[in-house]
């Protein structure tokens, strides 16, 4: 099986610009989960949709949304780029819920300038 | 609310030797726990989890993880380190039932000297 990918790898992005992310989930899965990765805060979870709703939602400002088609795959916005919003930021997918073992790609490294 | 604590932020070990990583948890009942490793660039691997049953479980690349429930740890061990386990290790806990989101520790980053 293919593993989760994610589109594009490298992106850089002035202040004040919208960007979209996308993910493709393991065939099969249901659930995309996004977290944003920094290396002054770690790993936080943004948002998890399971077939197309959302489920869960982190502490981010509404800068940031997503989406889930019905193939399952994901796409996340973050709209007024900021320069903290400079991070990896990783998919995951699950094949039942965001709460069980998760299968990550490789990520989004989003440089805003 | 569940949370994760992961003390040591940087350990150095020789390769050959012996590693334990240590992770402390915060959940009101029976949690599920991860460990996954991250290698540079990289997104990150599962190494192991642990729902229910044998508090000893096994996973990936010889990595081995113990749940005790009355120290509220799941520490990751492994008996002989070689150099390619250099990476950064996050312990991970989830609600039962897996409908809740996952709680990620901030790391331990391994160094592996020869």
């Known amino acids: 099986k293919a593993g989760v990918t994610q589109t594009p790898r490298y992106l850089i992005k002035t202040r004040g610009q919208q960007v979209t992310l996308s993910c493709s989930p393991i065939s099969g899965h249901r659930s995309v989960s996004w977290y944003q990765q920094t290396p002054g805060q770690g790993l936080q979870f943004l948002f998890e949709?399971?077939?197309?709703?959302?489920?869960n939602k982190g502490n981010f400002p509404g800068r940031f949304s997503g989406r889930q088609f019905s193939n399952s795959r994901s796409e996340m916005n973050v709209s007024t780029l900021e320069l903290g919003d400079s991070a990896l930021y990783l998919c995951?997918?699950?094949?039942?819920?965001?709460?069980?073992?998760?299968?990550f790609g490789p990520g989004t490294r989003l440089t805003v300038t | 609310a569940q949370s994760v604590t992961q003390p040591d932020i940087h350990i150095t070990v020789s390769e050959g030797a012996s590693l334990e990583l240590r992770c402390n948890y915060s959940?009101?009942?029976?949690?599920?726990l991860f460990w996954y490793v991250q290698s540079p660039g990289q997104g990150l691997q599962l190494l192991l989890k642990y729902f229910s049953g044998d508090t000893l479980v096994q996973g990936i690349k010889g990595f081995e993880a113990e749940f005790k429930r009355s120290q509220s740890s799941f520490n990751l061990r492994k008996p002989s380190v070689h150099w390619s386990d250099a990476a950064e290790y996050f312990c991970?806990?989830?609600?039962?039932?897996?409908?809740?989101?996952?709680?990620f520790g901030t790391g331990t980053k391994l160094q592996v000297i020869p």
């Open positions: 959940y009101g009942a029976t949690p599920y």
């Open positions: 995951a997918s699950s094949n039942r819920g965001g709460g069980l073992e998760q299968y």
């Open positions: 949709y399971f077939s197309e709703t959302q489920r």
């Open positions: 991970a806990v989830g609600a039962s039932g897996g409908y809740q989101k996952v709680t």
